[in-house]
């Protein structure tokens, strides 16, 4: 089982900039296809960003240019983050992190439905 947990969340101003990390434990794979998502009370979710083992990112159009995701395995715990600037009010939401295996390929047809491993989730707010 891998366990997920975000941080870096908060209130920021339009323009502003904030770093959403996520710790990845248990069962973790450095292989594994790692992303960032975010829902808003009563709407489906959204993939905002997606990064393979292989270093290909995916973004989603709404984000691009001013996310940037990436991950850091050098460490006793894998993490991986989410760098976001000129942040808009519309990009407020919940962010979550989520983690599918190696096997999977992470690209923009990824379904966040197909991921299995899912971090509780951090607030942003921008306004």
């Known amino acids: 089982h891998v366990q997920l947990v975000e941080s870096g969340g908060g209130s920021v101003q339009p323009g502003g900039s904030l770093r959403l990390s996520c710790a990845a434990s248990?069962?973790?794979?450095?292989?594994?296809?790692m992303g960032w998502f975010r829902q808003a009370p009563g709407e489906e979710r959204e993939t905002v960003a997606l990064l393979d083992a292989d270093g290909s990112t995916t973004y989603a159009d709404f984000v691009k240019g001013r996310f940037t995701i990436s991950r850091d395995n050098s460490k006793n715990t894998l993490y991986l983050y989410l760098q976001m600037n000129t942040l808009r009010p519309e990009d407020t939401d919940m962010y979550s992190c989520a983690a599918i295996g190696a096997w999977y390929d992470c690209d923009s047809d990824s379904d966040p439905a197909d991921f299995g491993h899912w971090g509780q989730g951090t607030q942003v707010t921008v306004s």
């Open positions: 248990g069962h973790t794979d450095s292989s594994m296809c």
